[in-house]
């Protein structure tokens, strides 16, 4: 059972930035690849980015690419989602989640482990 928590959310005005980290208390976390998805108030869960177990293999969606990074600390057990340049269109819940697979894009239901959310709003 991996445990993921999501902090950092909030609410900013367009073209400022947010930082979002997920923690987990798991300790093979290292082990697991992870992603970042979102769900509007009005669209469906949708991919942002991912990135592999050891840091690298990083994926955006073309709606974020060059806006948002994504990294990780597995010493810290942790995820980051750095966001710049925030859109309106960017307000939604955000979850963290893990894989077993380590790398590459995969579809939200190949993630068994999801936290809980954190919101971001972003006002035009």
């Known amino acids: 059972q991996v445990q993921l928590s999501e902090s950092g959310g909030g609410l900013v005005q367009a073209g400022d930035s947010l930082r979002l980290s997920c923690l987990s208390s798991?300790?093979?976390?290292?082990?697991?690849?992870v992603g970042w998805f979102r769900q509007g108030p009005d669209t469906e869960r949708e991919f942002v980015a991912s990135?592999?177990?050891?840091?690298?293999?990083?994926v955006y969606a073309n709606a974020v690419k060059g806006r948002f990074i994504v990294s990780r600390d597995n010493a810290k057990k942790a995820v980051y989602l750095q966001m710049n340049s925030l859109k309106p269109e960017d307000t939604a819940v955000y979850y963290c989640?893990?894989?077993?697979?380590?790398?590459?894009?995969?579809?939200?239901?190949?993630?068994?482990?999801w936290g809980q959310g954190t919101q971001v709003t972003v006002s035009s």
């Open positions: 989640a893990a894989t077993y697979i380590k790398e590459g894009l995969r579809p939200a239901h190949e993630y068994p482990y």
């Open positions: 990135i592999g177990w050891r840091g690298g293999n990083t």
């Open positions: 798991t300790s093979s976390f290292s082990d697991f690849g």
